[in-house]
Protein backbone atom coordinates (compact mmCIF):
# COMPACT_ATOMS: atom_id res chain seq x y z
CA UNK A 1 0.00 0.00 0.00
CA UNK A 2 2.81 2.18 1.09
CA UNK A 3 4.48 1.64 -2.23
CA UNK A 4 1.42 2.57 -4.40
CA UNK A 5 0.56 5.79 -2.49
CA UNK A 6 3.95 7.65 -2.65
CA UNK A 7 4.80 6.78 -5.86
CA UNK A 8 1.56 8.16 -6.54
CA UNK A 9 2.56 11.63 -4.72
CA UNK A 10 6.01 11.61 -4.50
CA UNK A 11 7.71 8.46 -6.48
CA UNK A 12 11.24 9.02 -4.67
CA UNK A 13 9.81 7.89 -1.04
CA UNK A 14 9.33 4.88 -2.25
CA UNK A 15 11.09 2.84 0.45
CA UNK A 16 10.68 5.11 3.45
CA UNK A 17 6.81 4.98 3.14
CA UNK A 18 6.64 0.97 2.73
CA UNK A 19 9.04 0.46 5.53
CA UNK A 20 6.48 2.52 7.69
CA UNK A 21 3.46 0.48 6.19
CA UNK A 22 4.92 -2.81 7.50
CA UNK A 23 6.44 -1.70 10.98
CA UNK A 24 4.35 1.07 12.45
CA UNK A 25 2.49 0.89 15.41
CA UNK A 26 -0.74 2.42 15.73
CA UNK A 27 -1.47 4.65 18.75
CA UNK A 28 -4.70 3.71 20.92
CA UNK A 29 -7.26 6.26 20.48
CA UNK A 30 -10.13 6.15 22.43
CA UNK A 31 -12.97 5.69 19.35
CA UNK A 32 -16.01 5.84 22.08
CA UNK A 33 -15.50 9.82 22.93
CA UNK A 34 -15.01 9.67 18.55
CA UNK A 35 -18.34 11.03 16.62
CA UNK A 36 -19.71 8.84 13.94
CA UNK A 37 -16.31 6.60 13.71
CA UNK A 38 -15.74 5.02 10.30
CA UNK A 39 -13.49 1.96 10.53
CA UNK A 40 -11.29 2.26 7.31
CA UNK A 41 -10.18 -0.72 5.34
CA UNK A 42 -6.74 0.48 4.10
CA UNK A 43 -7.28 -2.51 1.23
CA UNK A 44 -10.04 -0.57 0.27
CA UNK A 45 -8.33 2.99 -0.35
CA UNK A 46 -8.02 3.84 -3.73
CA UNK A 47 -4.75 6.36 -4.61
CA UNK A 48 -6.20 9.68 -5.52
CA UNK A 49 -5.83 10.62 -9.07
CA UNK A 50 -2.45 12.25 -9.66
CA UNK A 51 -3.63 14.18 -12.83
CA UNK A 52 -0.81 13.25 -15.25
CA UNK A 53 -2.07 12.41 -18.29
CA UNK A 54 -0.11 8.67 -17.86
CA UNK A 55 -2.00 8.31 -14.44
CA UNK A 56 -3.58 5.18 -15.55
CA UNK A 57 -0.52 3.46 -17.48
CA UNK A 58 1.11 4.29 -13.84
CA UNK A 59 -0.98 3.00 -11.56
CA UNK A 60 -0.94 -0.64 -13.14
CA UNK A 61 2.84 -0.43 -13.22
CA UNK A 62 2.62 -0.33 -9.43
CA UNK A 63 -0.32 -2.84 -9.13
CA UNK A 64 2.36 -5.28 -11.11
CA UNK A 65 5.16 -4.75 -9.26
CA UNK A 66 3.90 -5.04 -5.92
CA UNK A 67 2.82 -9.11 -6.86
CA UNK A 68 6.84 -9.28 -6.99
CA UNK A 69 8.09 -10.75 -4.18
CA UNK A 70 11.71 -10.07 -4.71
CA UNK A 71 11.30 -6.55 -5.85
CA UNK A 72 9.23 -5.59 -2.57
CA UNK A 73 11.98 -7.01 -0.40
CA UNK A 74 14.57 -4.89 -2.39
CA UNK A 75 12.70 -1.91 -2.01
CA UNK A 76 13.03 -2.36 1.55
CA UNK A 77 16.17 -2.25 2.04
CA UNK A 78 17.31 0.66 -0.63
CA UNK A 79 17.80 4.41 0.38
CA UNK A 80 16.11 7.56 -1.18
CA UNK A 81 19.17 7.63 -3.32
CA UNK A 82 19.20 4.14 -5.19
CA UNK A 83 15.56 5.21 -6.04
CA UNK A 84 16.25 8.85 -7.17
CA UNK A 85 19.40 7.28 -9.11
CA UNK A 86 18.00 4.53 -11.28
CA UNK A 87 19.76 2.10 -8.96
CA UNK A 88 16.91 0.49 -7.60
CA UNK A 89 15.24 0.59 -11.20
CA UNK A 90 17.85 -2.41 -12.28
CA UNK A 91 16.11 -4.65 -9.92
CA UNK A 92 13.60 -5.06 -12.28
CA UNK A 93 15.70 -7.40 -14.35
CA UNK A 94 15.52 -10.01 -11.47
CA UNK A 95 11.42 -10.04 -11.23
CA UNK A 96 9.81 -13.29 -12.24
CA UNK A 97 8.96 -13.95 -15.66
CA UNK A 98 5.18 -13.41 -14.82
CA UNK A 99 5.44 -9.79 -14.42
CA UNK A 100 8.26 -8.90 -17.00
CA UNK A 101 5.08 -10.14 -19.57
CA UNK A 102 2.70 -8.69 -17.73
CA UNK A 103 4.97 -5.17 -17.32
CA UNK A 104 5.52 -5.87 -21.20
CA UNK A 105 1.67 -5.80 -22.12
CA UNK A 106 0.87 -2.15 -20.04
CA UNK A 107 4.02 -0.70 -21.65
CA UNK A 108 2.89 -2.02 -25.36
CA UNK A 109 -1.02 -0.87 -23.96
CA UNK A 110 0.74 2.86 -23.29
CA UNK A 111 3.11 3.00 -26.56
CA UNK A 112 -0.60 2.33 -28.56
CA UNK A 113 -2.49 4.64 -26.68
CA UNK A 114 -0.01 7.37 -27.16
CA UNK A 115 0.45 6.78 -30.85
CA UNK A 116 -3.58 6.93 -31.34
CA UNK A 117 -3.49 10.36 -29.83
CA UNK A 118 -0.65 11.13 -31.87
CA UNK A 119 -2.44 10.35 -34.94
CA UNK A 120 -5.98 12.17 -33.76
CA UNK A 121 -3.84 15.29 -33.18
CA UNK A 122 -2.20 14.94 -36.44
CA UNK A 123 -5.42 14.56 -38.13
CA UNK A 124 -7.17 17.27 -36.92
CA UNK A 125 -4.81 18.85 -38.53
CA UNK A 126 -4.64 17.13 -41.36
CA UNK A 127 -1.64 16.38 -41.75
CA UNK A 128 -0.55 12.82 -43.13
CA UNK A 129 2.91 10.83 -43.02
CA UNK A 130 2.87 10.11 -39.51
CA UNK A 131 6.57 9.15 -38.16
CA UNK A 132 5.08 7.99 -34.72
CA UNK A 133 9.25 6.49 -33.59
CA UNK A 134 9.89 10.06 -33.76
CA UNK A 135 7.07 11.86 -32.07
CA UNK A 136 6.88 9.75 -29.36
CA UNK A 137 9.90 11.45 -27.93
CA UNK A 138 7.90 13.55 -26.84
CA UNK A 139 6.57 11.39 -23.79
CA UNK A 140 9.52 11.26 -21.33
CA UNK A 141 8.33 8.77 -18.99
CA UNK A 142 8.71 5.41 -21.12
CA UNK A 143 11.52 4.26 -23.21
CA UNK A 144 10.25 4.29 -27.05
CA UNK A 145 13.41 3.34 -28.64
CA UNK A 146 11.77 -0.18 -27.83
CA UNK A 147 7.84 -0.04 -27.58
CA UNK A 148 7.65 -3.63 -26.69
CA UNK A 149 9.72 -4.31 -23.94
CA UNK A 150 9.58 -2.85 -20.41
CA UNK A 151 12.97 -2.49 -19.21
CA UNK A 152 14.77 -1.09 -15.83
CA UNK A 153 15.01 2.40 -18.14
CA UNK A 154 11.03 2.65 -18.48
CA UNK A 155 10.95 1.99 -14.59
CA UNK A 156 13.49 4.47 -13.76
CA UNK A 157 12.20 7.01 -16.64
CA UNK A 158 8.50 6.41 -15.27
CA UNK A 159 10.34 7.27 -11.53
CA UNK A 160 11.62 10.45 -12.79
CA UNK A 161 8.64 12.08 -15.08
CA UNK A 162 5.99 11.53 -12.16
CA UNK A 163 8.31 12.92 -9.48
CA UNK A 164 8.60 16.05 -11.71
CA UNK A 165 5.26 16.39 -12.80
CA UNK A 166 4.24 16.36 -9.69
CA UNK A 167 6.14 18.93 -8.38
CA UNK A 168 4.92 21.28 -11.26
CA UNK A 169 1.52 20.35 -11.05
CA UNK A 170 0.44 22.61 -8.22
CA UNK A 171 2.19 25.72 -10.02
CA UNK A 172 -0.11 24.41 -13.12
CA UNK A 173 -3.04 24.74 -10.85
CA UNK A 174 -2.36 28.30 -9.62
CA UNK A 175 -1.85 29.42 -13.56
CA UNK A 176 -5.24 27.81 -14.65
CA UNK A 177 -6.95 29.27 -11.55
CA UNK A 178 -5.63 32.72 -12.05
CA UNK A 179 -6.39 32.27 -15.82
CA UNK A 180 -10.04 31.30 -14.91
CA UNK A 181 -10.48 34.47 -12.37
CA UNK A 182 -9.54 36.50 -15.42
CA UNK A 183 -11.78 35.36 -17.62
CA UNK A 184 -14.95 35.40 -15.51
CA UNK A 185 -13.81 39.34 -15.27
CA UNK A 186 -13.34 39.44 -18.78
CA UNK A 187 -17.16 37.74 -19.15
CA UNK A 188 -18.10 40.42 -16.83
CA UNK A 189 -16.86 43.14 -18.61
CA UNK A 190 -18.06 41.91 -22.10
CA UNK A 191 -21.86 42.00 -20.81
CA UNK A 192 -21.88 44.93 -19.36
CA UNK A 193 -20.92 46.80 -22.14
CA UNK A 194 -23.39 45.14 -23.80
CA UNK A 195 -26.24 46.84 -21.27
CA UNK A 196 -27.64 50.36 -21.81
CA UNK A 197 -25.98 52.82 -18.74
CA UNK A 198 -29.38 52.03 -16.47
CA UNK A 199 -29.02 48.18 -16.28
CA UNK A 200 -24.83 48.55 -16.35
CA UNK A 201 -25.45 50.18 -12.69
CA UNK A 202 -27.76 47.90 -12.16
CA UNK A 203 -25.27 44.85 -12.66
CA UNK A 204 -22.56 47.05 -11.34
CA UNK A 205 -24.74 47.23 -8.19
CA UNK A 206 -25.50 44.12 -7.81
CA UNK A 207 -21.85 42.83 -8.49
CA UNK A 208 -20.78 44.45 -5.44
CA UNK A 209 -23.40 43.34 -3.07
CA UNK A 210 -22.73 39.85 -3.88
CA UNK A 211 -18.56 40.57 -3.11
CA UNK A 212 -19.57 42.17 0.25
CA UNK A 213 -21.99 39.29 1.06
CA UNK A 214 -18.90 36.82 0.20
CA UNK A 215 -16.75 39.17 2.10
CA UNK A 216 -19.03 38.81 5.58
CA UNK A 217 -17.90 35.55 7.22
CA UNK A 218 -17.03 34.40 10.24
CA UNK A 219 -12.94 34.40 10.68
CA UNK A 220 -10.59 31.57 9.36
CA UNK A 221 -8.13 30.42 11.73
CA UNK A 222 -4.64 29.91 10.40
CA UNK A 223 -4.59 26.78 8.55
CA UNK A 224 -2.48 24.48 11.05
CA UNK A 225 -2.46 26.69 14.23
CA UNK A 226 -3.21 24.89 17.22
CA UNK A 227 -6.86 27.06 16.90
CA UNK A 228 -7.89 25.20 13.91
CA UNK A 229 -6.78 22.10 14.67
CA UNK A 230 -8.50 22.25 18.02
CA UNK A 231 -11.36 23.31 16.40
CA UNK A 232 -11.18 19.65 13.89
CA UNK A 233 -10.58 18.10 17.05
CA UNK A 234 -13.90 19.48 18.53
CA UNK A 235 -16.27 20.09 16.11
CA UNK A 236 -15.23 17.05 13.64
CA UNK A 237 -13.76 14.55 15.95
CA UNK A 238 -16.16 14.81 18.67
CA UNK A 239 -13.62 15.29 21.36
CA UNK A 240 -13.56 17.46 24.12
CA UNK A 241 -10.97 20.27 23.37
CA UNK A 242 -9.54 20.41 26.69
CA UNK A 243 -7.85 17.25 25.70
CA UNK A 244 -6.60 18.16 22.67
CA UNK A 245 -3.08 15.94 21.86
CA UNK A 246 -1.41 16.26 18.75
CA UNK A 247 -0.06 12.93 18.57
CA UNK A 248 -3.12 11.31 18.97
CA UNK A 249 -4.77 13.86 16.87
CA UNK A 250 -2.02 12.71 13.83
CA UNK A 251 -3.10 9.54 14.14
CA UNK A 252 -6.58 9.91 13.95
CA UNK A 253 -6.41 11.74 10.67
CA UNK A 254 -3.59 9.72 9.19
CA UNK A 255 -7.19 7.62 7.72
CA UNK A 256 -4.88 4.62 6.00
CA UNK A 257 -2.84 4.58 9.03
CA UNK A 258 0.14 4.24 7.21
CA UNK A 259 2.67 6.73 9.04
CA UNK A 260 2.15 9.91 7.17
CA UNK A 261 -0.45 12.29 6.46
CA UNK A 262 -0.63 12.72 2.29
CA UNK A 263 -1.51 15.79 1.06
CA UNK A 264 -5.50 14.83 0.19
CA UNK A 265 -5.31 13.73 4.41
CA UNK A 266 -4.24 17.48 4.91
CA UNK A 267 -6.94 19.00 3.15
CA UNK A 268 -9.59 16.97 4.25
CA UNK A 269 -8.45 19.18 7.78
CA UNK A 270 -9.46 22.75 5.89
CA UNK A 271 -12.59 21.66 5.14
CA UNK A 272 -14.80 23.56 8.42
CA UNK A 273 -12.63 26.85 7.84
CA UNK A 274 -13.79 26.57 4.17
CA UNK A 275 -17.55 25.85 5.24
CA UNK A 276 -17.14 28.85 7.11
CA UNK A 277 -16.51 30.98 3.77
CA UNK A 278 -18.02 29.05 0.97
CA UNK A 279 -21.68 27.52 0.72
CA UNK A 280 -22.41 25.82 -2.92
CA UNK A 281 -26.07 27.10 -2.18
CA UNK A 282 -25.08 30.75 -2.46
CA UNK A 283 -24.54 32.16 -5.69
CA UNK A 284 -22.14 34.81 -4.44
CA UNK A 285 -19.69 31.72 -3.35
CA UNK A 286 -17.73 30.17 -6.27
CA UNK A 287 -16.47 26.18 -5.70
CA UNK A 288 -13.89 26.87 -7.89
CA UNK A 289 -12.18 29.64 -5.65
CA UNK A 290 -12.93 26.90 -2.40
CA UNK A 291 -10.61 24.37 -4.08
CA UNK A 292 -8.19 26.77 -5.02
CA UNK A 293 -8.34 28.00 -1.05
CA UNK A 294 -7.69 24.66 0.31
CA UNK A 295 -5.10 23.81 -2.11
CA UNK A 296 -3.34 27.21 -0.79
CA UNK A 297 -4.09 25.66 2.97
CA UNK A 298 -2.42 22.69 1.72
CA UNK A 299 1.02 24.23 0.69
CA UNK A 300 1.09 26.95 3.73
CA UNK A 301 1.15 23.97 6.54
CA UNK A 302 3.46 21.83 3.76
CA UNK A 303 5.86 25.30 4.11
CA UNK A 304 5.62 25.03 7.51
CA UNK A 305 5.27 21.82 8.89
CA UNK A 306 7.39 19.19 5.58
CA UNK A 307 11.17 20.14 6.12
CA UNK A 308 12.36 17.30 4.53
CA UNK A 309 9.94 18.26 1.28
CA UNK A 310 8.81 14.95 0.48
CA UNK A 311 5.03 16.53 0.56
CA UNK A 312 4.47 13.68 3.11
CA UNK A 313 3.96 14.98 6.98
CA UNK A 314 5.80 12.44 9.41
CA UNK A 315 4.55 12.10 13.31
CA UNK A 316 8.10 13.70 14.28
CA UNK A 317 7.42 16.89 11.95
CA UNK A 318 3.72 17.15 12.72
CA UNK A 319 5.06 17.26 16.60
CA UNK A 320 8.26 19.73 16.10
CA UNK A 321 5.53 22.27 14.35
CA UNK A 322 3.22 22.35 17.45
CA UNK A 323 5.95 23.73 19.49
CA UNK A 324 6.76 26.27 17.63
CA UNK A 325 5.50 29.53 18.02
CA UNK A 326 3.15 29.65 15.50
CA UNK A 327 1.59 27.20 16.24
CA UNK A 328 0.23 28.81 19.33
CA UNK A 329 0.26 32.75 18.30
CA UNK A 330 -0.14 32.34 14.40
CA UNK A 331 -0.79 35.43 11.85
CA UNK A 332 -3.86 36.43 10.83
CA UNK A 333 -5.33 33.86 7.47
CA UNK A 334 -5.87 36.13 4.96
CA UNK A 335 -8.40 34.56 2.29
CA UNK A 336 -8.65 34.98 -1.40
CA UNK A 337 -11.07 37.62 -1.10
CA UNK A 338 -8.41 39.34 0.40
CA UNK A 339 -6.01 39.44 -1.78
CA UNK A 340 -5.53 41.06 -5.48
CA UNK A 341 -5.36 37.52 -8.15
CA UNK A 342 -4.90 39.75 -10.84
CA UNK A 343 -3.21 43.13 -11.89
CA UNK A 344 -5.31 45.57 -14.96
CA UNK A 345 -1.79 44.89 -16.76
CA UNK A 346 -1.96 41.17 -16.56
CA UNK A 347 -5.90 40.88 -17.54
CA UNK A 348 -5.20 43.43 -21.01
CA UNK A 349 -2.44 40.81 -21.74
CA UNK A 350 -4.94 37.80 -21.20
CA UNK A 351 -7.67 39.67 -22.92
CA UNK A 352 -5.17 40.04 -25.81
CA UNK A 353 -4.53 36.49 -26.02
CA UNK A 354 -7.81 35.54 -25.92
CA UNK A 355 -8.33 38.03 -29.05
CA UNK A 356 -5.91 36.31 -30.63
CA UNK A 357 -7.23 32.75 -30.24
CA UNK A 358 -10.53 33.86 -31.13
CA UNK A 359 -9.15 35.48 -34.63
CA UNK A 360 -7.27 32.16 -35.01
CA UNK A 361 -10.63 30.22 -34.27
CA UNK A 362 -12.40 32.70 -36.52
CA UNK A 363 -10.00 32.27 -39.30
CA UNK A 364 -10.03 28.44 -38.96
CA UNK A 365 -13.91 28.55 -39.01
CA UNK A 366 -14.47 30.19 -41.92
CA UNK A 367 -11.68 28.01 -43.64
CA UNK A 368 -13.97 25.08 -42.75
CA UNK A 369 -16.77 26.87 -43.73
CA UNK A 370 -15.15 27.50 -47.44
CA UNK A 371 -14.48 23.66 -47.48
CA UNK A 372 -17.87 22.97 -46.56
CA UNK A 373 -19.23 24.93 -49.23
CA UNK A 374 -16.56 23.74 -51.88
CA UNK A 375 -17.81 19.90 -50.65
CA UNK A 376 -21.33 20.91 -50.81
CA UNK A 377 -20.49 22.41 -54.77
CA UNK A 378 -18.97 19.24 -55.59
CA UNK A 379 -21.37 16.98 -53.89
CA UNK A 380 -24.81 18.72 -55.78
CA UNK A 381 -22.41 18.63 -59.02
CA UNK A 382 -22.24 14.41 -58.44
CA UNK A 383 -25.73 14.92 -58.13
CA UNK A 384 -27.02 16.54 -61.37
CA UNK A 385 -24.43 14.08 -63.27
CA UNK A 386 -25.92 11.41 -61.57
CA UNK A 387 -29.37 12.50 -62.05
CA UNK A 388 -28.62 13.15 -66.06
CA UNK A 389 -26.65 9.48 -65.67
CA UNK A 390 -30.24 8.34 -64.43
CA UNK A 391 -32.37 9.83 -67.22
CA UNK A 392 -30.02 8.57 -70.25
CA UNK A 393 -30.34 4.93 -68.90
CA UNK A 394 -34.40 5.25 -68.21
CA UNK A 395 -34.71 6.37 -71.63
CA UNK A 396 -32.17 3.54 -73.28
CA UNK A 397 -34.12 1.24 -71.29
CA UNK A 398 -37.43 2.65 -72.58
CA UNK A 399 -36.22 2.51 -76.21
CA UNK A 400 -35.06 -0.87 -75.60
CA UNK A 401 -38.46 -1.90 -74.48
CA UNK A 402 -40.60 -0.71 -76.99
CA UNK A 403 -38.32 -2.62 -79.83
CA UNK A 404 -38.84 -5.78 -77.82
CA UNK A 405 -42.39 -5.26 -77.94
CA UNK A 406 -43.43 -3.79 -81.46
CA UNK A 407 -41.09 -5.51 -83.83
CA UNK A 408 -41.45 -4.59 -87.57
CA UNK A 409 -40.12 -4.49 -90.96
CA UNK A 410 -39.15 -2.33 -93.59
CA UNK A 411 -42.82 -1.01 -94.34
CA UNK A 412 -44.13 -0.93 -91.03
CA UNK A 413 -45.76 -3.93 -90.64
CA UNK A 414 -45.51 -6.93 -88.74
CA UNK A 415 -42.60 -9.27 -90.31
CA UNK A 416 -44.36 -12.67 -89.15
CA UNK A 417 -48.76 -13.22 -90.88
CA UNK A 418 -51.19 -14.83 -89.00
CA UNK A 419 -51.46 -18.47 -89.99
CA UNK A 420 -55.34 -19.27 -91.91
Given amino acids: MRWRT ?15 ALEAVPIDIDKTKVKNPHPVDSAKIEPPDTGLYYDEYLKQVIDVLETDNHFREKLQKADIEEIKSGRLSKELDLVSHHVRTKLDELKRQEVGRLRMLIKAKLDSHQDTGIDHHALLKQFEHLNHLNPDKFESTDL ?33 REYLKTLNEEKRKEEESKFEEMKKKHENHPKVNHPGSKDQLKEVWEQTDGLDPNDFDPKTFFKLHDVNNDGFLDEQELEALFTKELEKVYDPKNEEDD ?12 EHVMNEVDSNKDRLVTLEEFLKATEKKEFLEPDSWETLD ?44 LEAQKQEYHQVVQQMEQKKLQQEISPSGPGGHSQFEPLI
Fill in 287 to 298: MVEMEEERLRMR
Fill in 156 to 188: DMLIKAATSDLEHYDKTRHEEFKKYEMMKEHER
Fill in 338 to 381: QQQLFTEEELKEYESLISLQENELKKKADELQKQREELQRQHDQ
Fill in 6 to 20: VLLRHCFLLVTCLLT
